[in-house]
Each structure stands twice: as C-alpha cells, then as structure tokens.
C-alpha cells in the first residue's frame, strides 16, 4: 500500500492520495488500509517515516564519504553537494511534509527527530577535522554550520533559485559558494 501511495504522490501530488485510490491502486481492501493505516493521516504518517528512513540512509552515505575526505574543506564540500542534492531531488515530498503537514504534531515529532540525525551526521564529519577549526568551541561551531546549512535547504525547497535575488547562479557555484563561506566561518580566528 505505501509503495501505491507514493507512486500516487509521484504522479498527482498530495490531493492524489485518497483512501479509495490508494485501495485500488494496491489492489487491496479496505479493511487492509484501515487496519494498516487506521486513516489518511496514519497513511502520511508511515509515508513520511518510510520517507525519512530513505533520507536517512542517504545522508549517511554523504556522511561517509565527508569521513573520507582529507581535510575540512574538502569534506565541508561534500557535505553541502550532498545535502543541496537531496533537498533537490526531494522537494516536493520535502516541500509538502515541512510545510503542507507542519501542523500534524506527529510528523512534526517525525521530522525533528530526523533533522537532529541529519546534524549528528554532519557534526561528526565536521569534528573529524576538528583540528583545523579555530573557533574555540568546536562542536558550537558544527552545530551554527549545520543550521546555516539546512537553512539554505529549506530555502532551497521552498523557492526556485531565480525567485531569490533574479540573479542567475549555477549549482556549482552556488555549492562553492557555501561551501566556501561555512569552511571559513569554521577556520577563522575568534576575537
């Protein structure tokens, strides 16, 4: 049934996902869904766990290869690739979970719950080069890095890229760009 609600989602949208067009696209019954779900809400809120479990999994795999890289620039530049790839790939289940769905307290539990997984993994590729960062409190330091950084994912799934400043910027710039301005924020001198 969740893999017929997403396939219904991936081609109408949120409004596609009825009680009745999910039963019949899973050639299920009703009891089954009811059962299973107990309501549409119940059947966002699997959607949106299945949906967190995959991010997860997939921020992990950006994780590991920041862990790879050899110094703290370089491993800020993978972090900020992956994590603006993702919120690319992903706007529209993102777009309608943190903001269509963002009175649902249970979602809203959900999502908090993964966003401080996302910061667990960025602030430990970020203090696996710990060294080279000077601000005297490095795991604050990580923590500022990180929401600067989801900040620019939020605004990346609410907004086209032209909408903000009529400016045009390619994504590799953009990712430079920031990757550039955490780096130094993490390496300059406090004081």
């Given at each position: 049934m969740?893999?017929?609600?997403?396939?219904?989602?991936?081609?109408?949208g949120?409004?596609a996902?009825?009680?009745e067009a999910?039963?019949a696209?899973?050639?299920t019954?009703?009891g089954?869904?009811?059962?299973?779900f107990g309501?549409?809400d119940?059947?966002?809120?699997?959607?949106h766990?299945?949906f967190l479990g995959?991010?997860?999994?997939?921020?992990e795999?950006?994780?590991v290869?920041g862990l790879?890289?050899?110094?703290l620039?370089?491993?800020?530049?993978?972090?900020?690739a992956g994590s603006?790839?993702?919120?690319?790939?992903?706007?529209?289940?993102?777009?309608?979970?943190a903001?269509?769905?963002?009175?649902d307290e249970r979602?809203?539990?959900?999502g908090?719950a993964?966003n401080?997984g996302?910061?667990?993994?960025?602030?430990?590729?970020?203090l696996h080069?710990?060294?080279?960062?000077?601000?005297?409190?490095p795991?604050?330091?990580?923590d500022?890095?990180?929401r600067?950084l989801?900040?620019?994912?939020?605004?990346?799934v609410?907004?086209e890229?032209r909408?903000?400043t009529?400016?045009?910027?390619s994504?590799r710039?953009?990712?430079?760009?920031?990757s550039r301005?955490l780096?130094?924020y993490?390496?300059a001198?406090?004081?």
């Amino acid at each position: 049934m969740l893999d017929a609600a997403e396939s219904l989602f991936a081609t109408g949208g949120p409004d596609a996902l009825t009680v009745e067009a999910v039963i019949a696209q899973a050639k299920t019954s009703a009891g089954s869904f009811y059962a299973r779900f107990g309501d549409r809400d119940g059947l966002f809120e699997a959607l949106h766990e299945r949906f967190l479990g995959r991010l997860q999994t997939l921020v992990e795999g950006v994780g590991v290869a920041g862990l790879a890289q050899p110094t703290l620039a370089a491993a800020v530049g993978v972090l900020v690739a992956g994590s603006l790839q993702l919120g690319r790939q992903h706007r529209e289940s993102l777009l309608f979970f943190a903001v269509h769905k963002a009175t649902d307290e249970r979602l809203r539990r959900q999502g908090v719950a993964a966003n401080r997984g996302f910061a667990a993994t960025f602030r430990q590729v970020v203090l696996h080069h710990q060294r080279e960062i000077l601000h005297p409190d490095p795991p604050q330091a990580a923590d500022v890095a990180f929401r600067m950084l989801f900040a620019l994912i939020v605004q990346q799934v609410m907004f086209e890229p032209r909408d903000l400043t009529g400016r045009p910027m390619s994504e590799r710039a953009f990712v430079e760009e920031v990757s550039r301005s955490l780096t130094g924020y993490l390496m300059a001198p406090v004081g």
